[in-house]
Antibody
Framework: QEQLVESGGALVKPGGSLRLSCAAS????????MSWIRQAPGKGLEWLSY????????LYADSVQGRFTMSRDNAKNSLSLEMNSLRGDDTAIYYC???????????WGQGTRVTVSS | DIRMTQSPSSLSASVGDRVTITCRAG??????LNWYQQKPGKAPKLLIY???SLQGGVSSRFSGSGSETDFTLTISSLQPEDYATYYC?????????FGGGTKVEIK
């Protein structure tokens, strides 16, 4: 079945860095745009970034622009999110998700927890 | 950025009730509106895309309507498994934005 599995979440100090990964299976990964979305504790959903199917185009929300970098490896069916200069308000569950053709998110991972605290 | 406003933020309803959740966009977005269901500790699940199209495998008691700025998610007959938080999301322009959520609780 179509599946996304995130990994890499951890406790990190403010100003630190972290790399999240997302492994895809059960579908032709290279056909789809992919996104990262996060949810702070007890809060709503925030889209962070997407990458085009060929990996050549990325787009970021202002809240992470310049600090986070999204990339993909279609040969390995994997997605990554490099996060730098982490702050307390980056504390959240981070989901990777598949973009349908109209940018609805039709497949989600289970999420990975990132906590930024000293 | 397009602001998405959901109402109510929470509601209490009984099994079998008809439930309606509203989402308003801060500018016209055509039919680029999607609805999700999220249960505690779980990832969101896509219910409706393009305002009114039912995602595969989703119960037909869920329906969506609306266009431009005003949208509605309707649950025709609330079931125990429908108690959850519901989010709308616009896909008209980036940044892609979500509404604040509507929590549906047991009455």
């Amino acid at each position: 079945q179509e599946q996304l599995v995130e990994s890499g979440g951890a406790l990190v100090k403010p100003g630190g860095s972290l790399r999240l990964s997302c492994a895809a299976s059960g579908f032709t990964f290279s056909d789809f745009y992919m996104s990262w979305i996060r949810q702070a504790p007890g809060k709503g959903l925030e889209w962070l970034s997407y990458v085009s199917s060929d990996g050549h185009t990325t787009l970021y929300a202002d809240s992470v622009q310049g600090r986070f970098t999204m990339s993909r490896d279609n040969a390995k069916n994997s997605l990554s999110l490099e996060m730098n200069s982490l702050r307390g308000d980056d504390t959240a569950i981070y989901y990777c998700a598949r973009n349908r053709v109209n940018d609805a998110f039709d497949v989600w991972g289970q999420g990975t927890r990132v906590t930024v605290s000293s | 950025d397009i602001r998405m406003t959901q109402s109510p933020s929470s509601l209490s309803a009984s099994v079998g009730d008809r439930v309606t959740i509203t989402c308003r966009a801060g500018q016209t977005i055509g039919s680029f509106l999607n609805w999700y269901q999220q249960k505690p500790g779980k990832a969101p699940k896509l219910l409706i895309y393009a305002a009114s199209s039912l995602q595969g495998g989703v119960s037909s008691r869920f329906s969506g309507s609306g266009s431009e700025t005003d949208f509605t998610l309707t649950i025709s007959s609330l079931q125990p498994e429908d108690y959850a938080t519901y989010y709308c999301q616009q896909s008209y322009s980036t940044p892609l934005t979500f509404g604040g959520g509507t929590k549906v609780e047991i009455k």
